[in-house]
């Protein structure tokens, strides 16, 4: 019995890394879409956002199975309970990826990304990703050491959306009103998947060391 209740440990840690890495391939697509106009791309993301739920679906009923039939204690139930946490981050930062990719092709073939803006959407696009890779490698190798990397990742895009709050209100970009609401919305998008990604790194420091900070 204890070895089935191990295989099904992994198999809970196989599947994070599983939906971690469809959030990755999600949010490096919404991004390029978002920063090339590229509308193909963009209903690429659109389109393939069910897979995740789908498969977090699927990992939280298997988590919760886990939890009835084995009562597992100590860390074992740290990791099943942060599983439900990490899945549902998870699956919020999938959307995320997708409401990028939804500006994109809101705005086709336009560009969403209002002028003076563009070095700061493409930097915050790839600390996004550098964030969800981090992610997949956090979960695959569970090295303490990667939350940090995270979590200074998370204050780069952190500073980087307190700027474009003050562009969008100089004077300049207030002529464009389109352009503020595309720059506010798209800021937030990328500082929130920041901030889901953070949380799934407390969830983890929770299961490595019992403590969430």
Same mark, same amino acid.
Do not use: W
């Given at each position: 019995?204890?070895?089935?209740?191990?295989?099904?440990?992994?198999?809970?840690?196989?599947?994070?890394?599983?939906?971690?890495?469809?959030?990755?391939?999600?949010?490096?697509?919404?991004?390029?879409?978002?920063?090339?106009?590229?509308?193909?791309?963009?209903?690429?993301?659109?389109?393939?956002?069910?897979?995740?739920?789908?498969? !977090?679906?699927? %990992?939280? =009923? #298997?988590?919760?199975?886990?939890?009835?039939?084995?009562?597992? @204690?100590?860390? /074992? &139930?740290?990791?099943?309970?942060?599983?439900?946490?990490?899945?549902?981050?998870?699956?919020?930062?999938?959307?995320?990826?997708?409401?990028?990719?939804?500006?994109?092709?809101?705005?086709?073939?336009?560009?969403?990304?209002?002028?003076?803006?563009?070095?700061?959407?493409?930097?915050?696009?790839?600390?996004?990703?550098?964030? !969800?890779?981090? %992610?997949? =490698? #956090?979960?695959?190798?569970?090295?303490?050491?990667?939350?940090? @990397?995270?979590? /200074? &990742?998370?204050?780069?895009?952190?500073?980087?959306?307190?700027?474009?709050?003050?562009?969008?209100?100089?004077?300049?970009?207030?002529?464009?009103?389109?352009?503020?609401?595309?720059?506010?919305?798209?800021?937030?998008?990328?500082?929130?998947?920041?901030?889901?990604?953070?949380?799934?790194?407390?969830?983890?420091?929770?299961?490595?060391?019992?403590?969430? =900070?």
């Amino acid at each position: 019995m204890r070895e089935v209740f191990q295989q099904e440990l992994r198999e809970v840690q196989d599947r994070l890394v599983e939906i971690a890495e469809l959030v990755k391939d999600a949010i490096q697509q919404a991004t390029t879409a978002f920063g090339n106009s590229d509308v193909a791309l963009a209903e690429q993301v659109i389109d393939s956002s069910e897979a995740v739920e789908e498969q !977090a679906g699927a %990992l939280d =009923e #298997l988590t919760i199975d886990i939890l009835a039939r084995q009562q597992p @204690v100590a860390s /074992d &139930l740290r990791l099943m309970v942060g599983a439900l946490r990490m899945s549902a981050s998870l699956e919020r930062m999938a959307d995320l990826a997708q409401h990028i990719a939804q500006l994109a092709r809101y705005r086709y073939p336009e560009s969403a990304i209002p002028k003076g803006l563009k070095k700061t959407f493409v930097r915050m696009g790839e600390l996004d990703v550098l964030m !969800a890779e981090k %992610l997949v =490698e #956090l979960l695959r190798n569970q090295d303490p050491a990667t939350i940090d @990397v995270i979590r /200074d &990742l998370d204050d780069d895009i952190d500073e980087l959306h307190a700027k474009v709050f003050e562009k969008v209100l100089s004077d300049k970009l207030q002529a464009d009103p389109t352009g503020v609401v595309d720059a506010t919305l798209a800021s937030r998008y990328h500082e929130r998947f920041g901030d889901h990604a953070v949380h799934i790194s407390k969830q983890m420091n929770f299961f490595l060391r019992g403590e969430l =900070e």
